[in-house]
């Protein structure tokens, strides 16, 4: 980034000036016009060039017609120089040019380039210093520079140096000399938060009138150097150190530079403390959302009449709304030259989407003038550092006028045109959803209780596969808007505009799926687009679904979630949209249905499709599936297991969808009504297998057959296997992954393949229930097993001790007592369940505690459970209100990682 930042800036001003018109005009490639161009030690690798057409090449960036013709005259700022990278970089440029231009030896260039070229501010001392030696050993190791030797003074000062002394001290620095003694208290004045506000201080905004340097400072430094020759005990000294420092940090501030370089610090409004906060307010208005775009107009102010910035920022200020009006100064006050954008992953120390940047060249106008090209493309697919480095050379680049951007939507910045006209904008409204800002408290998976109802509604969260109808999975207790998310000051209810209304329900993240929105509650993950008119939404849906839809949107919000404002942003032609349904849906956009489980429109139905006909353009009746959900299917029926879609009469759903809801009733007869099924046979009961084959069997009707057991095995990682080892051994594991690791169906075993394993319905598992499985389902197996024991049968013994152990953990689950219970974080101690007497509103996550427990009979963490689903109990994310009566113990963290005392809950409800 350094190189290409410097490669297109000094390196394009090197260029106009060394290239021909007839090198530009007869070179066949831009790798050609680098080599040309380039001195030893100066490859210009990254140097980049445009021509229109058979036309000659031109440096991408300009010409840079302000800067001045000679290098003797050229200076460059880095503000913000960390350890010294832009500096040294500058420098190893600088050196070789020098010689070049002005027949130097290779030690004059050097001392050359650091008394006159090369300055740099940094706020922490310490990498000044760092910036310091960096730049000295470039200087030293310089081939023919004369090695290590005493260099001319370096233009590198800390910007930060706190004042550390009252102003009187300052001032009695002066000796009474009136010029140099205002000339000191404007200079603590404009320093006084140095440590804060380091290379934003601009000393000539702290001019009173008569200029700040009214003395001139080389009359200042002597003074100041007398006053550090005084006693140590002399009380003036401290001031006077920190004075000089301040003075040298001042004169750099100052002046004014050909190119400010730097990689500017990223630091979002809400975290900046009072004293910067209140500076960016005051000093800039337009910026001050973030610390990088104030100081993207710093280092504009310190540049020269016709100086240049190259800069490293974040890349979300071209495009978010709350950047807006700094994109409309800095688009009317500076030309633009060249952008380019990495994305994330542009630092190699850096992973993951935490931080996405763009190279940014501009000018100052004064001798720009209209029109003027901005120049520059995407590198943010690149996945690596290193791709997107070898990118910078090679990726083509594209061209905008700079007047066209002002009337972008927004002003957001994009090097396609935008066409105003041809806005979605023009024919939706998007609208934000629901944050709850505790999730874990307020939003469950649906299948993690019996069903919607007693407060809780369909909540439509991101779509999570390609299909129509998707994200069709979660339940929040929003209590009909009265309720502890609706007096949450945290939460953020939005959304209700598009309540009740159609739409498409397009996801935040970069993906952008997209399916249609029926009207209900959606969470902040997606947002909901929602025609103005109604007959538009049949365009509107393969517009939003299509691919283009998501090369519009991310040109122009490269967030890591897209906000829904940026959506109404993709151009959008009505006519073309509705051809495109018409073809897609001459019938209109299906009614909802999915052959997903995991999704409320599920019919319920364990071998029941529905898909699209593409033939006849309709949806219509599948061949009976035999996929790995099957099975998953069926053993939730078996345990008494129903869809929302058959629960709900009222629930929007296809013709098709609705008659395999009917079809269920014939398999309620297979139903265990306690939500038990043990897979032995114990109390005289049939077992899981056999039940689960008459209930497949009557499923599949006149198609049932022993070649579709054997797809369904098959399809269920088991093809080796029979339906009782799959029960047993790959159900449970299944069923987490299926139910996204919050399973409604128990698995609750001893740990012998061979010993006791029941499968348990938790929403039916009440204090009776337990007592049913305890000491009828597991008694009756214990007494077989000893029986067995008495009757001398191999393996009975082992059998009995297994069962044994597991009637006693689970008697302590019953009991309740830590760390056998069950703890609500939101719920204050006289409410806290006691014993095993759990509330399926609080859902499968807390109520499972209790199981995974006891010391493992199996999987490692997953306690008495056949397998353990990826549940953590350690805190939860984001801060708990202060009312919580956990809150000091858990210095606001929310925490589920605690256990109570039977005898701590029975005295709280007493």
Same mark, same amino acid.
């Given at each position: 980034?350094?190189?290409?930042?410097?490669?297109n800036?000094?390196?394009?001003?090197?260029?106009?000036?060394r290239?021909?018109?007839t090198?530009l005009?007869?070179?066949?490639?831009?790798a050609?016009?680098?080599? %040309?161009?380039?001195?030893?030690?100066?490859?210009?690798?990254?140097?980049?060039?445009?021509r229109s057409g058979?036309?000659?090449?031109?440096?991408?960036?300009?010409?840079f017609?302000? $800067?001045?013709?000679? &290098?003797?005259?050229?200076r460059?700022?880095?503000?913000?120089?960390?350890s010294g990278?832009?500096?040294?970089?500058?420098?190893?440029?600088?050196?070789?040019?020098?010689?070049e231009?002005?027949?130097l030896?290779?030690?004059?260039a050097v001392?050359?380039?650091?008394?006159?070229?090369?300055h740099?501010?940094e706020?922490?001392?310490?990498c000044v210093e760092l910036?310091?030696f960096a730049l000295?050993m470039?200087? $030293?190791?310089?081939?023919g520079?004369?090695g290590?030797?005493?260099l001319?003074?370096?233009n590198?000062s +800390?910007s930060?140096?706190?004042?550390?002394?009252d102003?009187?001290?300052?001032?009695?620095l002066?000796?009474?000399?009136?010029a140099?003694e205002?000339?000191?208290?404007?200079?603590?004045?404009?320093?006084?938060?140095?440590?804060? %506000?380091?290379?934003l201080?601009d000393p000539?905004?702290?001019?009173d009138?008569?200029g700040?340097?009214?003395?001139?400072w080389?009359a200042v430094?002597?003074?100041?150097?007398?006053?550090?020759a005084?006693?140590?005990s002399d009380?003036?000294t401290?001031?006077?150190?920190?004075?000089?420092?301040i003075?040298?940090a @001042?004169?750099i501030?100052s002046g004014?530079?050909?190119?400010v370089a730097?990689?500017?610090?990223?630091?979002?409004?809400?975290?900046?403390?009072? #004293?910067?906060?209140?500076? +960016?307010?005051?000093?800039?208005? !337009?910026a001050?959302?973030?610390?990088?775009?104030?100081?993207?107009?710093r +280092?504009l102010? &310190?540049?020269?009449?016709?100086?240049?910035?190259?800069?490293v920022m974040?890349?979300? $200020?071209l495009?978010?709304?709350?950047?807006?009006?700094v994109?409309?100064?800095?688009l009317g006050q500076a030309?633009?030259?060249?952008l380019?954008r990495?994305?994330?992953?542009a630092?190699?120390?850096i992973g993951g989407?935490?931080v996405k940047?763009?190279?940014l060249v501009l000018?100052?106008? @004064?001798?720009?003038?209209?029109?003027?090209a901005?120049?520059g493309?995407d /590198?943010a697919d690149?996945?690596?550092a290193?791709?997107k480095?070898?990118?910078?050379?090679?990726t083509p680049?594209?061209s905008?006028?700079?007047?066209?951007?002002?009337?972008?939507p927004?002003?957001?910045?994009?090097l396609?045109?935008?066409?105003?006209?041809s806005?979605?904008g023009?024919?939706a409204?998007?609208?934000?959803g629901?944050a709850?800002a505790?999730?874990s408290?307020?939003?469950?998976?649906?299948?993690?209780l019996?069903?919607a109802?007693?407060?809780?509604?369909?909540y439509t969260?991101?779509?999570?596969?390609?299909?129509l109808?998707?994200?069709l999975?979660?339940?929040?207790?929003?209590n009909?808007g009265?309720g502890?998310?609706a007096?949450?000051?945290a939460?953020r209810?939005?959304?209700?505009?598009?309540?009740?209304?159609?739409?498409?329900?397009? @996801?935040?993240?970069h993906?952008?799926?997209?399916s249609?929105?029926?009207g209900?509650?959606?969470?902040?993950?997606?947002a909901a687009?929602?025609?103005?008119?109604?007959?538009?939404?049949d365009a509107?849906m393969?517009?939003?679904?299509?691919?283009g839809?998501?090369?519009?949107?991310t040109?122009?919000?490269k967030s890591?979630l897209?906000t !829904?404002?940026?959506l109404?942003k993709?151009?959008?032609?009505?006519e073309?949209?509705?051809? /495109?349904a018409?073809?897609?849906w001459?019938?209109?956009?299906?009614?909802?249905?999915?052959?997903d489980?995991?999704?409320w429109v599920?019919q319920?139905h364990?071998?029941?499709?529905?898909?699209?006909? !593409?033939?006849? *353009?309709?949806?219509?009746?599948?061949?009976?599936?035999?996929?790995?959900t099957?099975?998953?299917?069926?053993v939730?029926?078996l345990?008494?297991?129903r869809w929302?879609?058959?629960l709900?009469?009222k629930m929007?759903?296809?013709?098709?969808?609705?008659?395999w809801?009917g079809?269920?009733e014939?398999?309620?007869?297979f139903?265990?009504?306690?939500?038990?099924?043990?897979?032995?046979?114990?109390k005289?009961?049939?077992?899981?297998?056999?039940r689960l084959l008459?209930m497949? @069997? #009557?499923a599949?009707?006149?198609?049932?057959?022993?070649?579709?057991?054997?797809r369904?095995?098959?399809?269920s990682?088991?093809?080796e296997?029979?339906?009782?080892?799959?029960?047993?051994d790959?159900?449970?594991?299944?069923?987490?992954r =299926?139910?996204?690791?919050?399973?409604f169906?128990?698995?609750?075993?001893?740990?012998?393949?061979?010993?006791?394993?029941?499968l348990?319905?938790c929403?039916k598992l009440?204090?009776?229930r337990?007592?049913?499985l305890?000491y009828?389902?597991?008694?009756?197996w214990?007494a077989?097993?000893?029986?067995?024991?008495?009757?001398?049968v191999?393996?009975?013994?082992?059998r009995l001790?297994?069962?044994?152990?597991?009637?006693?953990?689970?008697?302590?689950i019953?009991e309740g007592?830590?760390?056998y219970?069950?703890?609500?974080?939101?719920?204050? =101690?006289a409410?806290?369940?006691?014993g $095993?007497n759990p509330?399926v509103n609080d859902?499968?996550?807390l109520?499972?505690?209790?199981?995974?427990?006891p010391p493992?009979?199996?999987?490692?963490?997953?306690?008495?459970?056949?397998d353990?689903?990826?549940?953590?109990?350690d805190?939860?994310r984001g *801060?708990?209100?202060k009312?919580?009566?956990?809150y000091?113990?858990?210095?606001?963290?929310?925490?589920?990682?605690?256990h109570? *005392?039977?005898t701590?809950?029975?005295k709280?409800?007493?």
């Amino acid at each position: 980034m350094v190189d290409f930042l410097l490669d297109n800036s000094l390196g394009t001003w090197w260029a106009a000036r060394r290239l021909s018109g007839t090198d530009l005009a007869a070179a066949g490639s831009e790798a050609e016009l680098r080599r %040309l161009a380039s001195l030893p030690g100066v490859p210009l690798d990254y140097l980049r060039f445009v021509r229109s057409g058979d036309g000659p090449w031109a440096p991408a960036a300009g010409t840079f017609a302000g $800067w001045p013709d000679r &290098l003797a005259d050229f200076r460059m700022l880095d503000p913000c120089c960390g350890s010294g990278h832009f500096l040294v970089a500058a420098f190893r440029t600088l050196v070789p040019m020098r010689i070049e231009a002005e027949n130097l030896s290779a030690r004059e260039a050097v001392d050359a380039v650091l008394r006159d070229n090369i300055h740099g501010l940094e706020l922490d001392r310490r990498c000044v210093e760092l910036a310091a030696f960096a730049l000295a050993m470039a200087a $030293w190791t310089y081939p023919g520079a004369g090695g290590y030797r005493e260099l001319p003074e370096l233009n590198i000062s +800390c910007s930060g140096i706190a004042v550390g002394a009252d102003k009187d001290a300052w001032t009695a620095l002066a000796a009474g000399d009136p010029a140099l003694e205002n000339a000191l208290s404007l200079l603590f004045d404009a320093f006084k938060d140095a440590p804060v %506000l380091g290379s934003l201080i601009d000393p000539r905004a702290a001019d009173d009138g008569t200029g700040l340097f009214r003395a001139d400072w080389d009359a200042v430094r002597p003074l100041l150097d007398r006053a550090l020759a005084g006693e140590a005990s002399d009380g003036r000294t401290e001031a006077a150190v920190a004075a000089k420092g301040i003075a040298e940090a @001042a004169s750099i501030l100052s002046g004014r530079y050909t190119l400010v370089a730097t990689n500017v610090p990223y630091l979002a409004r809400q975290k900046h403390d009072a #004293t910067l906060k209140k500076f +960016c307010s005051d000093r800039y208005p !337009e910026a001050k959302n973030d610390l990088a775009t104030v100081f993207l107009e710093r +280092c504009l102010k &310190l540049c020269r009449s016709g100086g240049t910035s190259a800069v490293v920022m974040l890349q979300n $200020w071209l495009f978010q709304k709350t950047f807006r009006s700094v994109r409309e100064k800095l688009l009317g006050q500076a030309a633009w030259h060249l952008l380019v954008r990495l994305g994330s992953g542009a630092f190699e120390t850096i992973g993951g989407e935490v931080v996405k940047v763009a190279l940014l060249v501009l000018s100052n106008r @004064a001798t720009y003038a209209e029109p003027n090209a901005i120049r520059g493309f995407d /590198a943010a697919d690149e996945r690596s550092a290193a791709l997107k480095a070898a990118s910078l050379a090679d990726t083509p680049v594209k061209s905008s006028e700079q007047s066209r951007q002002r009337d972008n939507p927004d002003a957001i910045f994009s090097l396609e045109d935008l066409d105003n006209a041809s806005l979605l904008g023009v024919y939706a409204d998007s609208h934000q959803g629901i944050a709850t800002a505790d999730n874990s408290r307020f939003v469950v998976r649906f299948w993690e209780l019996p069903s919607a109802g007693n407060g809780w509604e369909y909540y439509t969260m991101s779509p999570d596969t390609g299909g129509l109808y998707s994200g069709l999975h979660s339940l929040i207790l929003r209590n009909g808007g009265k309720g502890a998310l609706a007096g949450s000051k945290a939460a953020r209810i939005c959304g209700n505009r598009a309540w009740g209304k159609k739409g498409a329900c397009v @996801a935040a993240g970069h993906n952008l799926r997209a399916s249609v929105y029926s009207g209900g509650l959606f969470d902040s993950g997606v947002a909901a687009v929602v025609p103005k008119d109604r007959g538009d939404l049949d365009a509107l849906m393969p517009c939003v679904r299509d691919g283009g839809f998501r090369e519009s949107v991310t040109a122009l919000d490269k967030s890591v979630l897209i906000t !829904e404002s940026s959506l109404l942003k993709a151009s959008f032609n009505r006519e073309i949209w509705k051809e /495109a349904a018409e073809s897609l849906w001459p019938n209109g956009i299906p009614q909802p249905y999915s052959d997903d489980p995991a999704q409320w429109v599920f019919q319920g139905h364990p071998c029941g499709s529905v898909v699209w006909d !593409e033939a006849a *353009k309709r949806l219509g009746h599948g061949p009976p599936r035999t996929d790995w959900t099957v099975l998953q299917v069926a053993v939730a029926r078996l345990l008494g297991y129903r869809w929302p879609a058959e629960l709900d009469p009222k629930m929007e759903l296809a013709d098709e969808q609705r008659e395999w809801v009917g079809r269920c009733e014939s398999l309620s007869k297979f139903v265990a009504k306690g939500g038990i099924v043990a897979i032995p046979a114990v109390k005289g009961e049939v077992n899981a297998k056999d039940r689960l084959l008459d209930m497949l @069997a #009557t499923a599949y009707g006149k198609s049932w057959s022993n070649d579709v057991m054997s797809r369904l095995l098959a399809g269920s990682d088991h093809a080796e296997g029979n339906l009782e080892s799959w029960l047993r051994d790959k159900f449970f594991a299944q069923h987490c992954r =299926l139910f996204q690791n919050r399973p409604f169906i128990w698995q609750i075993w001893d740990g012998l393949r061979d010993g006791f394993s029941a499968l348990v319905n938790c929403h039916k598992l009440d204090r009776w229930r337990l007592d049913s499985l305890t000491y009828s389902y597991l008694g009756d197996w214990i007494a077989r097993q000893t029986f067995g024991v008495d009757s001398k049968v191999d393996g009975a013994q082992t059998r009995l001790d297994a069962a044994v152990a597991l009637q006693k953990r689970l008697e302590a689950i019953q009991e309740g007592e830590a760390p056998y219970d069950v703890f609500v974080r939101w719920k204050p =101690l006289a409410e806290q369940p006691v014993g $095993w007497n759990p509330d399926v509103n609080d859902g499968v996550r807390l109520n499972i505690r209790p199981f995974m427990m006891p010391p493992d009979v199996g999987k490692k963490g997953a306690g008495l459970l056949r397998d353990r689903p990826n549940i953590k109990f350690d805190k939860d994310r984001g *801060k708990d209100a202060k009312s919580a009566p956990w809150y000091h113990a858990d210095k606001g963290d929310r925490v589920n990682d605690r256990h109570l *005392k039977r005898t701590e809950k029975e005295k709280a409800r007493s």
